[in-house]
């Protein structure tokens, strides 16, 4: 039973995971690119055609800096502090570490090419990308997940089954 606990939290983690990857990389890789290229179809088809690849990089930084953005939220916020202001915080965390790496591996990844150009230009464009992810983390893609994950569980809930769920499985 135990068992089935821990593998149905995984399972609903990589669901939630999967839902903001999806919604950030669609929202935000297109929006930084437009912003440093201009507002143009063109600009937003070449960006199409290299999200699978910044979409694998965030999936690999999730997992990469899940554990060490846990250990500096939990030093950051007290035990009594409610559940919005940890999410903010974990959120506020993940997108500056990730923010800092995919300021400069997304723009190889678009540029298809290694060059110094996003080093070197790395604090005139950390800001913007930090700022424009932290929001649509923060106000697009986290709460429309919890709201699916959410509605997913009650689900379940409603139907007294756990095949339902994202992994499906044995009915309980």
Same mark, same amino acid.
């Given at each position: ?6 593998? /149905? ?16 990389? +669609? ?16 600009? %937003? ?5 290299? #999200?699978?690849?910044? %979409? ?6 999730? !997992?990469?800096?899940?554990? $060490? ?11 009594? /502090? ?9 959120? #506020?965390? +993940? ?12 723009? %190889? ?6 060059? #110094?150009? $996003? ?6 464009? %950390?800001?913007? +990308? ?18 699916? !994950? ?12 756990? /095949? ?9």
């Amino acid at each position: 039973m135990v068992q089935r606990k821990v593998h /149905d939290k995984k399972c609903l983690c990589a669901f939630f995971v999967a839902i903001v990857s999806v919604l950030s990389v +669609n929202i935000i890789a297109p929006l930084i690119t437009c912003f440093e290229m201009g507002f143009r179809l063109a600009t %937003w088809r070449q960006t199409l055609e290299v #999200l699978p690849f910044i %979409w694998l990089v965030v999936i690999l930084l999730v !997992l990469l800096t899940h554990e $060490p953005a846990s250990k500096l939220t939990a030093k950051v916020i007290g035990k009594g /502090d409610s559940f919005a202001a940890q999410m903010i915080v974990n959120c #506020l965390i +993940n997108v500056v570490m990730m923010s800092i790496i995919l300021t400069v591996v997304a723009t %190889w990844i678009g540029m298809r090419q290694f060059s #110094l150009m $996003p080093i070197e230009q790395f604090f005139f464009n %950390w800001p913007r +990308n930090f700022s424009i992810s932290f929001f649509v983390e923060l106000c697009i893609a986290q709460p429309r997940a919890r709201f699916l !994950l959410n509605k997913s569980i009650l689900t379940v809930i409603v139907n007294k089954r756990v /095949d339902a769920s994202c992994c499906g499985g044995a009915s309980s």
